[in-house]
Nanobody, 116 residues
Framework: QVQLVESGGGLVQPGGSLRLACAAS????????MGWYRQAPGKQREIVAL???????NYVDSVKGRFTISRDNAKNTVYLQMNSLKPEDTAVYYC??????????WGKGTLVTVSS
């Protein structure tokens, strides 16, 4: 059974930091591209950051320089370090695991609220 379990969300003031984690089980983790997506109220889900097997990373423009995605293949975990948070970063953040053969899995999400 595949599980992606996100953690680390919460309430933070503008300018603050949070570190999200996504622990994966039931998949051959090193073979998957891992991603973080987010969905704000009333908006479509959007990609935030990706990390490919070979540690290539990509980010949406709005988070470049503020967010860092990383992975620990020994722990089957992907992280998203979020710094200089803004109110517009408020969203439910989802973890995604995907392979080139079309297999894809989603976590249930963790809520990040940036507010004073």
């Amino acid at each position: 059974q595949v599980q992606l379990v996100e953690s680390g969300g919460g309430l933070v003031q503008p300018g603050g930091s949070l570190r999200l984690a996504c622990a994966a089980s039931g998949i051959d983790f090193p073979m998957y591209t891992m991603g973080w997506y987010r969905q704000a109220p009333g908006k479509q889900r959007e990609i935030v950051a990706l990390i490919v097997r070979g540690l290539y990373t990509n980010y949406v423009d709005s988070v470049k320089g503020r967010f860092t995605i990383s992975r620990d293949n020994a722990k089957n975990t992907v992280y998203l370090q979020m710094n200089s948070l803004k109110p517009e970063d408020t969203a439910v953040y989802y973890c995604n695991a995907a392979r080139n053969n079309g297999m894809t899995y989603w976590g249930k999400g963790t809520l990040v609220t940036v507010s004073s």
